[in-house]
């Protein structure tokens, strides 16, 4: 069975491409514009990876990942941050919340695609 | 007989016994080495022995015999394979069992002879040494590969990988990064071990509690490697040894950077790729943890990176020394001041001046015959000839500089000539003045282009005339008496003495050349309008090159002479004199004029009655003590008015340049002098024989003679009037 990655990121356009990288990999994607349209997603799933954007309206990427982290059922899910370059703090944060992966924005799909596959295979 | 004695004789009579039968199931073995049964008699034989003779206080036996038995339960169990040499060793070991026997019962408390304890250590080496490489074929076990894998470690990279007990909770999974390391090359062998996992209730299902030792096979660099566990750095204790293969390519890096500043040792070790900046920031971190208490020294950042297993002990060494090269560099390189070369120009033009007021106050000194002032004039003349010294030298640099510049013109254009070669530098300490070096960069850069383009064959040429495919262009420098040679070798097809000759001959330099040397003829090259490759290419041009090489060498008081033996390359000769600002001159008279010889090139002086020399007028050669050379009387050449009565001797001025000897008759030897020399004005430029001027202590004008130009002619002088004798007669 296919995998399951959620992306969170309140750009259209950014949930896009990294859908489509991912779907063409063989994995399942869920998206989710921002925290908190994530934690109401998550209920009922089988998620194996969260990529979430850190600054989004409504909740931003670390509180969701600490609200995340909370459910018993994504305790062992690995989480990944979209950090910008100059974003070293959020990174720490990010991985003081337990998002312990990271991807640099921008990036291509192939840079998404190796960090993916070294968390979770399809 | 004892009860002990008989039980003796029990236990050798059983030990033969089952020795024996030892022998023959090994020898069944070897046809049916999976019988179980007869290993298991094997087994038995060892295993009783063993027992028995440990009731009988037999130690070396137990001992000797329990490695066999440990052997021997592992291949009963199947833990490894019985072949040919395990059982030939096993056959020894039963041999020495009955040496070991009979040694016990003759003398039961002696220490065993030193033969014996040989033999059996080498067979317990052989057997476990043995079943040491087995087991590493077959178990998963905690086995330390790094003492056993010498071949396995040459070209595998050595990946410890120790995960916190949080990794899992924090969504790390071992297995992803294993598999995507898969991705970047071929992961020979995996340990996995559990050392800190606990038993029963304190053990945390949510935990992990895994290590991994990985052998790597790949080609990425250990930066790359490095970043597949780059999201597990928080979760895991990650240790990359590269491979020992590689160590000598770090070693190679480490040698080509640069030695401009200081670098830090890990700065030098990250560049050359031996290790990351997380292995530094690791180190670091582990350095400043030290106790502070203990008042020790910290340890050194390179003791730290070995202990931590992410680089090899040589790497680190090989950097340090490097460093310390450098270092060395850079403090020798600190001591000096940069000048404006212009300053130093103006330093040495007044020290010239200098050098003629001092020459002018002698004069006036001995003009006055003061004597009280001439000995303070001495030590004056001492230290403006120091100074001199001094201030000529700072302007000389290595030519070792401007040497190396070639070597990318040697790259770029036998890249572009699609030709193989290699440049050798050799003398390049040899200093000379700072002016020369940069007008004789335009000039070599020419010659060498020349011998790369002309010279040196296509590969394929070479190998078909026996030659390496590779050719070789050396460039040499060295001094000798005043000069400083610069040699261009090249180890090419030489030059076609028979091809320039016609060339000659068509372009109406010669009109033949039966009377030539073979040297002269491959001197011709340097003659305006020449050029014997019959395609000119971008490189060389058409022959406009060499005459203007010559010109612009011959400017600097220098002279160029190329040699060639066909088939085996050129060598192109430059003498260039070491400075052209001041020099030791010797100073000669004819009739009212004074001239100045480079004392570099005096040989010799002689006196014209002397009866050490005699002169042949008319075919204008001297006898010099049987050696005859050419001669050159300076008044006729320079047309000086000739007063018809001979007043004094005349004397010999032998002067040499190069391989080369002639002679000047002059009316009057005046001894060394101080030379400045200033450049003669445009107008002068053309004049033949004179090479510049300078101004003597009366204020008068003493020309510097040309000896290179004045010995050419008086070669010239010598070969041409016997011609011209025999074309009369």
Known sequence: MAKTIMIVDDSASIRQVVGIALKSAGYDVLEACDGKDALSKLTGQKIHLIITDVNMPNMDGITFVTEAKKLPQYKFTPMMMLTTEAGTDKKMAGKAAGAKAWLTKPFQPPTLMAAVSKLVLP | MSELDAALETFAQEAEELLTEMEDSLLILEDTPDDSETINSVFRAMHTIKGSSGLFGFNLIVAFTHEAETILDQVRNGERSIDASLISTLLSCKDHTIKLLEFCF????????????????????????????????????????????????????????????????????PLSFIRYLKTLGEIKQILTSTPDLPSGNDMDPESCYLQFKILFKSDADKQTIEEVFEFASDDCDIKILPPDSQVEHYLNLLNTQTEEHVSLLGEMLIEAGAITKNDIDKALDAQSKQDPEQNEPAKPLGEILVEQQVIQQPVVEEALKKQEKTRQKVATESSYIRVDSNKLGQLINLVGELVISGAAMNLMVERHGLADVEEVATSMNTLVSDIRDTALELR?????????????????VSKELSKDIELTISGGESELDKTVVEKINDPLTHLIRNSLDHGIESPEQRVQAGKPATGNISLNAFHESGHIVIQIIDDGAGLDSEKIVAKAINNGLITSAEEMSQQEIFNLIFEAGLSTKQQASSLSGRGVGMDVVKRNIEALRGSVNIDSIAGQGTTITIHLPLTLAIIDGFMVKTEHERYIIPLSMVEECVEMDAQEYEIDEIQHYVNLRGEVMPYLRLGDYFQNRKSHSKTGRESLVVVRFGQTKAGFVVDELLGEHQTVIKPLGKVFQSLKGITGATVLGDGNVALILDVQGLIRHATKNKQRIPSQLTSVA
Request: proline residues 2%; glycine residues 8%; negative net charge.
């Open chain 2, 396 to 412: 000389m640099v290595q030519i070792g500089e401007t040497f190396s510049r070639f070597r990318r013109v040697v790259r770029d």
């Open chain 2, 106 to 173: 003759e003398s039961p408390d002696a220490d065993l002879p030193e033969d014996l304890q040989q033999t059996g250590d080498i067979l317990i080496e052989q057997l476990t040494g043995q079943a040491k490489q087995e087991q590493l074929a077959v178990t998963t076990g905690t086995t330390e590969i790094e003492n056993e894998g010498g071949d396995l470690s040459a070209d595998n990279w050595l990946i410890s990988l120790d995960f916190q007990q949080d990794a899992l909770r924090n969504g790390m999974d």
